[in-house]
């Protein structure tokens, strides 16, 4: 072998290491642009909870830095908003307020026939609350040699201190507003004058709950009926014990499950082997798992689609990234139609939604799905 040959070989040599290296720094690229794609995940591009959010996004500028520099509240030319008055049967008292001479020059004054300036005003009573005692009257029986007491009404005998206004009021401050027993035992001493103890309202919501029994059971036993159920769950602790409360929701009511489990099996026993509608739900594997295995319609989340079409369009990929603007697009001209809906004919309305359904499904099928993305992106059912 000649120095030519020798030269040609040390060459090629030296272009197949480099080859190899390229090759290798190639696929080192792709695996830490992947890992710096996962690591800028956040609420608003996936399906991470904001909590979850090492760094939090930058506030906005206020309305009044924008441009315009527009002032607060009401804004010229739009309709006024006021709260509708109080009924006549509504009120509970009225005051007329006469003039008997003119405030100007002391002159006569005669009636008027024009509507009087009116100013309605609701207010707390001195003593909000009515304190009654029932008495059940002692009789003594010479046959039976005992005292018996006169019965009270059932509604008396149950209501125990607090009466069935105020044990829903209890019951109201707890479950809505999430009051402690603590605030609701403050408000029961500073507003309504009445001091109660934390016991007392633990037994007034446990008094409460007992009641709710055959309600619950009944929309519990009409949940698997419901044509359309929207699911999601949430985690907490009680008394440091995990649980975690499933919502349930149909256009008619809302049902909460409190479970030691977020396993698919809840949904066995809530909704049931039989449940034949349409489950709305998020990508949680529970769900995944239930539609699989009874071969269930669901509908998956939007604001969880867009979260990730959103994080598709951060990715290096030009194919990937392409793809994603082209889907978010889509459900973005969707949703222009969903909020004009009260605009629009409900003939118009159906088709937009029907064209950007088969716009979404010819993207994702036949649209140009690049052949590297591996990420599933679960779809509208």
């Given at each position: 072998m000649d120095a030519k040959d020798r030269k040609i070989e040390q060459l090629q040599r030296m272009i197949a290491e480099q080859a190899a290296t390229i090759k290798?720094?190639?696929?080192?690229?792709?695996?830490?642009?992947?890992?710096?794609?996962?690591?800028?995940?956040?609420?608003?591009?996936?399906?991470k909870p904001p909590s979850s959010d090492i760094v939090k996004k930058p506030k906005g500028k206020g309305r009044g830095k924008q441009k315009g520099n527009r002032k607060p509240g009401g804004q010229k030319?739009?309709?006024?908003?006021?709260?509708?008055?109080?009924?006549?049967?509504?009120?509970?008292?009225?005051?007329?307020?006469?003039?008997?001479?003119?405030?100007?020059?002391?002159?006569k004054l005669d009636a008027s026939d024009k509507a009087p300036k009116?100013?309605?005003?609701?207010?707390?009573?001195?003593?909000?609350?009515?304190?009654?005692?029932?008495?059940?009257?002692?009789?003594w029986c010479s046959t039976c040699q005992k005292i018996h007491y006169a019965p009270f009404p059932p509604e008396v005998e149950k209501g125990q201190l607090l009466g069935a206004r105020l044990t829903t009021l209890v019951a109201y401050m707890k479950g809505v507003c999430h009051c402690s027993f603590s605030t609701i035992r403050r408000?029961?001493?500073d507003v309504l004058k009445v001091r109660v103890s934390r016991g007392q309202l633990a037994k007034t919501i446990a008094?409460?709950?007992?009641?709710?029994?055959?309600?619950?059971?009944?929309?519990?036993?009409?949940?698997p009926?419901?044509?359309?159920?929207?699911?999601?769950?949430?985690?907490?602790?009680?008394?440091?014990?995990?649980?975690?409360t499933w919502c349930f929701r149909t256009d008619l009511f809302t049902l909460f499950w409190m479970d030691r489990s977020r396993g698919s099996q809840v949904l066995y026993e809530v909704l049931g082997a039989d449940f034949d509608g349409v489950l709305g739900c998020d990508y949680f594997s529970a769900y995944r798992k239930y539609m699989r295995e009874l071969d269930?319609?669901?509908?998956?989340?939007?604001?969880?689609?867009?979260?990730?079409?959103?994080?598709?369009?951060?990715?290096?990929?030009?194919?990937?990234?392409?793809?994603?603007?082209?889907?978010?697009?889509?459900?973005?001209?969707m949703f222009h139609t969903i909020h004009r809906s009260?605009?629009?004919?409900?003939?118009?309305?159906?088709?937009?939604?029907?064209?950007?359904?088969?716009?979404?499904?010819?993207?994702?099928?036949?649209?140009?799905r690049p052949k590297a993305f591996h990420h599933r992106t679960p779809t509208a059912a």
């Open positions: 290798k720094l190639v696929q080192r690229v792709d695996q830490l642009e992947r890992k710096l794609a996962a690591a800028n995940k956040n609420s608003s591009n996936s399906s030319g739009h309709p006024k908003h006021e709260r509708p008055p109080f009924l006549p049967d509504e009120l509970d008292g009225a005051w007329d307020y006469t003039l008997s001479i003119c405030p100007d020059c002391g002159g009116v100013i309605q005003q609701v207010e707390i009573v001195k003593k909000p609350v009515r304190i009654d005692e029932h008495r059940g009257l002692a009789y408000f029961f001493r008094k409460a709950t007992e009641s709710m029994k055959s309600a619950y059971a009944e929309l519990l036993a009409a949940l009926s419901q044509p359309y159920v929207r699911s999601d769950e949430t985690g907490h602790k009680e008394n440091a014990k995990r649980f975690w269930l319609r669901v509908q998956f989340c939007l604001a969880h689609l867009i979260r990730d079409l959103k994080y598709l369009t951060t990715l290096s990929d030009k194919a990937t990234k392409a793809y994603g603007r082209r889907l978010l697009g889509t459900v973005r001209e009260d605009e629009l004919s409900d003939p118009t309305v159906e088709r937009r939604l029907a064209a950007a359904r088969e716009t979404m499904i010819a993207i994702v099928h036949g649209g140009g």
